[in-house]
């Protein structure tokens, strides 16, 4: 199993910044990826970023591009999202998840229990 935990989220201005930050431990895998998802209320969730543990690979929602950064500490399996300029939409429930490259189908089998952004305008 994987164990992911989320932290760093909270209430911030629009315009104002927050990183968020996932520590994963368990189970590991030759080969994944890494993303950040999100849902507003009343919404499905979204994708916003991921990032391949190999490479450093990024891909981003268009919405956050400019804004929004993946990153990653290797020694520390931590994933992290910096988040700037942030807007009253930005606000949802922040996920982290583990996507592993080597199985059939690849999606994210693995889930944090997310960590709440709330941005007031």
């Known amino acids: 199993q994987v164990q992911l935990v989320e932290s760093g989220g909270g209430l911030v201005q629009a315009g104002g910044s927050l990183r968020l930050s996932c520590a994963a431990s368990?189970?590991?895998?030759?080969?994944?990826?890494m993303g950040w998802f999100r849902q507003a209320p009343g919404k499905e969730r979204e994708f916003v970023a991921s990032?391949?543990?190999?490479?450093?690979?990024?891909n981003y929602v268009d919405s956050v591009k400019g804004r929004f950064t993946i990153s990653r500490d290797v020694p520390k399996n931590t994933v992290y999202l910096q988040m700037n300029s942030l807007k009253p939409e930005d606000t949802a429930v922040y996920y982290c998840?583990?996507?592993?490259?080597?199985?059939?189908?690849?999606?994210?089998?693995?889930w944090g229990q997310g960590t709440q952004v709330t941005v007031s305008s």
């Open positions: 368990g189970r590991t895998f030759s080969s994944y990826n």
């Open positions: 990032i391949n543990w190999s490479s450093g690979r990024t």
């Open positions: 998840a583990v996507r592993p490259l080597t199985t059939t189908p690849s999606t994210y089998d693995y």
